[in-house]
């Protein structure tokens, strides 16, 4: 019998593994905050600088066999010659400047009692900042801590054969602007009436991007997989805009990570359907956040069909869920996992805020009888 390790490792690969993987997923932020069992309070409120631990003790507190595990990343980006700053705005905003070499970029961040910040303008809306922000990325370098790197290796002898470790890594030039540098709006203008200033900002944040990933993947080689933390959906972006600006990069890093025995999947929560053709054009692994209706637009196994068999897919079990009922949980639980057979190679993920522990617990429960129940079908059969 395979252990959890090598069941993931052969989910992800898109071999013929002995069960479907169910994971607990914790993030900040984002986790439970209703009927937390006392002992477990403290766990699940933990920073993400102890999430993989959190993540191990709540895991053994339901029953988990299967653990993905996050670990930051060793190799980060400083500057020695742009720096940040904040100030306060108000009761409500926090004005974040970043300060170039060709001038300063701002950022407002607004503020309600119980619900996080919001950021309401972003660095880049003109071609100005957008070389401003070139000017930046150019000016980092990669540092590699050892601190992280400790975790790491400890984490990973923590969890033996009982699963992975993985790093979110940056996503690419494209989805880092529309995710966090601009908007929308002012990206799509940009593109559009800058391209060569958007062409010479896309290339430089991509050099620093593969000098982050050649670092990362030389200092751990406990990482067994690297997120591209992309959000990719065709709620903002299009196909053709994925193909132009992303297929080429995105196999560049898959192809590095491979030469370092080490799998690429790529973040792509939101609307797949469309996008979907355009991936099979990249050596990337599978699909991470792979979101399937009511919220997304496509199925684990109509998405085969369009992806082919060579791409895994990580999934948020209870994504979708119309009621918190057992019998509903149930129904649920069963429909995903004859979805996710039909597909081959999916790895469900259990959490999010919009579930109370109690209901983490039912569909959790749910999910591993069905997956200790029958063999998974393969990925393209």
């Not at 961040?109 to 003109?126: A, F, L």
């Not at 900002?201 to 406990?222: C, D, G, N, T, V």
């Amino acid at each position: 019998m395979m252990s959890p390790r090598e069941n993931l490792l052969e989910t992800l690969r898109c071999g013929r593994p002995e069960w479907v993987p169910v994971c607990l997923h914790l993030f900040p932020n984002e986790n439970p905050t209703e009927g937390i069992p006392e002992e477990l309070r403290d766990v699940i409120g933990s920073s993400s600088g102890n999430l993989a631990r959190a993540i191990l003790g709540v895991g053994e507190y339901l029953g988990a066999r299967d653990h993905l595990l996050p670990v930051s990343s060793p190799a980060g980006l400083v500057s020695d010659t742009c720096s940040t700053g904040t100030e306060r705005v108000g009761t409500r905003a926090l004005l974040t400047t970043l300060s170039t070499p060709k001038g300063d970029l701002r950022q407002v961040t607004e503020t309600r009692e119980g619900y996080p910040g919001m950021v309401t303008e972003r660095y880049v809306k003109t071609a100005d900042d957008a070389a401003k922000l070139a000017e930046y990325f150019a000016s980092l370098r990669v540092e590699v801590s050892p601190d992280a790197l400790a975790r790491a290796r400890n984490l990973r002898s923590l969890m033996g054969d009982r699963g992975i470790l993985f790093c979110r890594g940056p996503g690419t030039p494209l989805g880092m602007c529309y995710r966090i540098y601009s908007d929308i709006v002012n990206l799509i203008y940009l593109i559009a009436d800058a391209p060569a200033t958007m062409g010479d900002l896309f290339a430089s944040m991509e050099e620093k991007y593969i000098q982050l990933h050649e670092a990362l993947l030389r200092a751990a080689p406990e990482i067994d997989l690297v997120l591209g933390m992309d959000d990719t959906s065709t709620t903002l972006i299009s196909p053709r805009m994925f193909d132009v600006f992303n297929v080429a990069l995105t196999n560049r890093r898959a192809d590095l990570c491979h030469a370092h025995g080490r799998m690429y999947m790529h973040h792509s929560c939101g609307l797949l359907r469309n996008l979907l053709p355009v991936y099979r054009k990249t050596r990337i692994d599978g699909v991470d956040a792979y979101t399937p209706p009511p919220i997304g637009d496509v199925g684990h196994a109509e998405g085969r069909k369009l992806l082919g068999p060579r791409y895994s897919m990580i999934s948020g079990l209870a994504s979708g869920l119309p009621s918190v009922r057992e019998d509903a949980v149930r129904r649920h639980v069963a429909e995903r996992f004859e979805d996710a057979r039909a597909a081959g190679n999916v790895v469900f993920l259990v959490g999010g805020a919009e579930l109370s522990f109690p209901a983490m617990e039912l569909v959790f429960a749910a999910a591993l009888g069905r997956s200790r129940s029958s063999r998974p079908g393969p990925g393209g059969e």
